[in-house]
């Protein structure tokens, strides 16, 4: 199992980023996904879901109607599609697959940082 | 602010077994399973306990967990250097129908 981000980079207040998550070793259309972030120095934190057809999705109050969560099952591929970012947004951005009962995380992409920053 | 409350830090000497405590409330951890998370310092977080108490295969036992009501807990058992970390409970809040996660313990093992 292999979870690779990418897409992360230096971006001005109130620009946009992608980033994506290349899957590979498990049947991905199988899983439900999600994206973490780590600010520097501070803790983990959950910023959005989305089930395995792509149906169900949810996210964290700081975040809604800015990010967009989705995913392609054909090409084994999880997005993140961040607009109107701003300096709290900073931070390493991790993808990761529900693959334990009762929303546990067992695999988790290395990561990609962003900075939002003038 | 975190949702789930840890305590900030611990520690313990070599060989010694250490708790780390992880509080919620009935919309978290009251009504879901816990996990918890090691993060290796410059590292992406790695499972370590899921469904409460369950280990996934690689983990080893020195590492347990256990759930009462609102709380969880944490315990590792024969310190090693190699357990400095952070780590982090986590669980679904059915209130916030988002996942969420207590602010992170860091382990020192004098």
């Known amino acids: 199992v292999q979870l690779v981000e990418s897409g992360g980079g230096l971006v001005k207040p109130g620009g946009s980023l992608r980033l994506s998550c290349a899957a590979s070793?498990?049947?991905?259309?199988?899983?439900?996904m999600s994206w973490f972030r780590q600010a520097p120095g501070k803790g983990l934190e959950w910023v959005s879901y989305?089930?395995?057809?792509?149906?169900?999705?949810y996210y964290v109050d700081s975040v809604k109607g800015r990010f967009t969560i989705s995913r392609d099952n054909a090409k084994n591929s999880l997005y993140l599609q961040m607009n109107s970012l701003r300096a709290e947004d900073t931070a390493v951005y991790y993808c990761?697959?529900?693959?334990?009962?009762?929303?546990?995380?067992?695999?988790w992409g290395q990561g990609t940082l962003v900075t939002v920053s003038s | 602010q975190s949702v789930l409350t840890q305590p900030p830090s611990v520690s313990a000497a070599p060989g010694q077994k250490v708790t780390i405590s992880c509080s919620g409330s009935?919309?978290?951890?009251?009504?879901?399973?816990v996990s918890w998370y090691q993060q290796l310092p410059g590292t992406a977080p790695k499972l370590l306990i899921y469904?409460?108490?369950k280990r996934p295969s690689g983990i080893p036992d020195r590492f347990s967990g256990s759930k009462s009501g609102t709380s969880a807990t944490l315990g590792i058992t024969g310190l090693q250097t190699g357990d400095e970390a952070d780590y982090y409970c986590?669980?679904?809040?059915?209130?916030?129908?988002?996942?969420?996660f207590g602010g992170g313990t860091k382990l020192t093992v004098l």
């Open positions: 990761a697959r529900e693959g334990k009962p009762g929303g546990a995380f067992d695999y």
């Open positions: 070793g498990f049947t991905f259309s199988d899983f439900y």
């Open positions: 989305i089930t395995s057809s792509g149906t169900t999705i």
């Open positions: 009935t919309s978290n951890i009251g009504d879901n399973y």
């Open positions: 469904e409460n108490n």
């Open positions: 986590g669980t679904w809040d059915s209130s916030l129908s988002g996942t969420v």
